[in-house]
Every structure is written in C-alpha cells, then in structure tokens.
C-alpha cells in the first residue's frame, strides 16, 4: 500500500484570507463556494490544505513545497511583487537572499499567519 498524504489543516486567524494569500502566491485557484468549515486549497490531485480559522491561538507550522524550476520562478515573482520579505534559511527569513542547495533553489517567506513557507527545487 502506498501511503498518501490526502488534506492536512493550517490553522488561521481568517481562513478565507489565508487561503486567497496562498492560491495568490502560489498560483492556484481558490473557490469560495467551496467554503464550509473549512477554506480548502487544492494543491495538486492528491493534496487539499484546508484552512481553518482558530480563535484560541496555534503555533507556528512549516510547510515545505517542492516545485519545479519554472513554478519556482513564477511563485518567487509573485512574492517579490506582493513586497513579502523572504530568505535563505528557515531562521532567517528577511534578507532578501535564496540558497542554492543540492544545486536547487530555496527560499522561505511566511503567511499572514506567520507560518513558514518553503519553497525548494531539489529536495
């Protein structure tokens, strides 16, 4: 059997708004009617995230995406013009640098919810 991550919740302080961010950047189409107690994002055919508004307070996730050089190049663009600091390393994610590991592309940057988001070429 292969095992598949199917959906996984990012808490939010507004799941509508967390989830219009990251369809933005990360180029994907967000439906509002597809809302209920969740704000879900489809991230390919086997990956929904599912943001969820959490008034109690939550901690801080990282969530990492592996995406191809040329999607790398489109969602850091987007970044860039939305003025969203990003860097080189998961601690330092405001000097404006990317990393080069495994002769791939990295860069980190957070969400409105201060979650951290990934994004590398070579895993």
């Not at 799941?15 to 933005?24: L, N």
């Not at 879900?40 to 990282?62: A, C, K, M, R, Y």
Request: charged share 25%.
């Amino acid at each position: 059997m292969t095992i598949e991550l199917n959906h996984t919740i990012v808490p939010a302080r507004d799941k509508i708004g967390s989830a219009k961010f990251f369809s933005k950047i990360f180029g994907l189409t967000f439906d509002e009617h597809a809302v209920g107690y969740f704000a879900p994002v489809q991230i390919n055919e086997s990956l929904t995230l599912d943001f969820d508004d959490d008034v109690d307070g939550f901690d801080v996730h990282h969530y990492a995406f592996k995406v191809s050089e040329v999607e790398f190049d489109a969602i850091f663009g987007r970044i860039q013009t939305e003025g969203i600091p990003y860097g080189a390393e998961p601690h330092s994610r405001d000097d404006m640098q990317i990393n080069h590991r495994g002769g791939g592309r990295g860069v980190y940057f957070c969400d409105p919810n201060g979650h951290i988001l990934e994004l590398l070429t070579v895993g």
